[in-house]
């Protein structure tokens, strides 16, 4: 909490936290930060839901990542700072 970020990359499958209360801890703290989840295996309801609950993308780990990685670092970030502009 004491540096500033662009955007948070977040695996949801860490050693000390997983699944959606990762999401909502990562989101209470630093709301003003996209949040962009990469996951090991495609579930559409999950992505749903984190999608709602205010991530900006969900990525499936792959052999498509790094493309898909790059540009939507690129749109949360400049989403970001749309959203921001407009308060």
């Known amino acids: 909490q004491q540096q500033e970020f662009d955007a948070v ?37 999950f992505a749903c839901e984190a999608i709602h609950a205010g991530v900006q993308d969900y990525l499936v780990k792959g052999e498509h990542l790094a493309s898909s990685l790059s540009r939507s670092i690129i749109f949360a970030i400049e989403r970001s700072k749309s959203k921001l502009a407009a308060k």
């Open 9 to 45: 990359l977040l695996d949801l499958r860490l050693p000390d936290s997983f699944g959606a209360g990762t999401i909502h801890r990562i989101l209470d703290n630093f709301s003003e930060v996209p949040v962009i989840i990469l996951s090991g295996h495609e579930d559409e309801e």
